[in-house]
C-alpha cells in the first residue's frame, strides 16, 4: 500500500488548464464549470504546496489573517 502522509510530488499532477473565470462568465450560467475551474485550480495550488513541504491549510488560514487585519485597519482609518 503506498505512502499517502509523503508530499506529492510536483508531477505527480498536471496544472489544471488556464480558464478564464469572469463574473460575466458566472452570470451568463458558467456556475458549474467556474465551480469546476476554481476547484481544479485550488488542487493544483494544494498539491503545490504538499510537494514543497507547506500545510496548505495553515497558508490559508494565515493569509485570511492578514486580510482581515488589513481589512481592519483600513476600517479604522
Known amino acids: 500500500m503506498p505512502d499517502t502522509s509523503a508530499p506529492a510530488s510536483p508531477a505527480a499532477a498536471p496544472a489544471p488548464p488556464a480558464v478564464e473565470v469572469s463574473p460575466e462568465s458566472v452570470a451568463a ?18 498539491v503545490r504546496a504538499r510537494s514543497l513541504g507547506v ?12 486580510f482581515v487585519e488589513a481589512s481592519r485597519a483600513v476600517g479604522k482609518a
Open 29 to 46: 450560467g458558467g456556475r458549474e464549470e467556474a465551480e469546476r475551474a476554481l476547484g481544479e485550480e485550488l488542487l493544483a495550488l494544494t
Open 55 to 66: 500545510d496548505p491549510e495553515r497558508a490559508l488560514r494565515g493569509a485570511v489573517r492578514g
